[in-house]
């Protein structure tokens, strides 16, 4: 299975606004210079996952985006479905292409790309938005300083 730049940066976009630690909104700006990603992409991703469902935006000069349901809520397979389409472990390349008929060898290899597809549904159903937030390691400031007083 391979996912797009699109979908990647979709779910990045998503753990980003998972991970923030206050309610306000982020911008696309911000968003894009946390994740190191092109704001002009973001902007089409982040209209198609408000489309989604997924997010919500604000206007105005405190605006941006926020996220629409509790990140535990959201799988990756749907925000992979929404942003990618159908889920398939990867293409099996073979003699048959065009209008041809699959060998019999090529037929008998059916069973497992079935259960490579179901066992990739199963996982990424199993994992959430949250779950990968979590799984990401709090930043350091390197201008922080704690201040011992007695």
């Given at each position: 299975m391979e996912l797009s730049a699109r979908t990647m940066y979709g779910l990045r976009a998503l753990v980003t606004?998972?991970?923030?630690?206050?309610?306000?909104?982020?911008?696309?700006?911000?968003?894009?210079?946390?994740?190191?990603?092109?704001?002009k992409f973001l902007e089409g991703i982040?209209?198609?996952?408000?489309?989604?469902g997924f997010v919500e935006s604000r206007r105005g000069a405190n605006g941006g985006?926020?996220?629409?349901?509790?990140?535990s809520e959201v799988t990756l397979?749907?925000?992979?479905?929404?942003?990618?389409?159908?889920?398939?472990?990867?293409?099996?390349?073979?003699?048959?292409?065009?209008?041809?008929?699959?060998?019999?060898?090529?037929?008998a290899f059916q069973p497992v790309w079935s259960e490579i597809r179901e066992a990739t549904i199963r996982i990424l159903e199993d994992y959430t938005i949250q779950d990968i937030c979590d799984s990401v390691p709090e930043e350091r400031h390197e201008d922080f300083a704690p201040i011992y007083q007695i």
């Open positions: 606004l998972a991970g923030a630690r206050s309610d306000s909104p982020m911008s696309i700006q911000e968003i894009a210079d946390d994740e190191e990603l092109p704001s982040m209209a198609d996952l408000k489309r989604g985006y926020l996220l629409a349901q509790p990140p397979l749907e925000i992979i479905r929404h942003l990618g389409g159908p889920v398939a472990p990867f293409e099996a390349c073979g003699r048959s292409t065009g209008g041809e008929e699959p060998t019999e060898r090529e037929q």
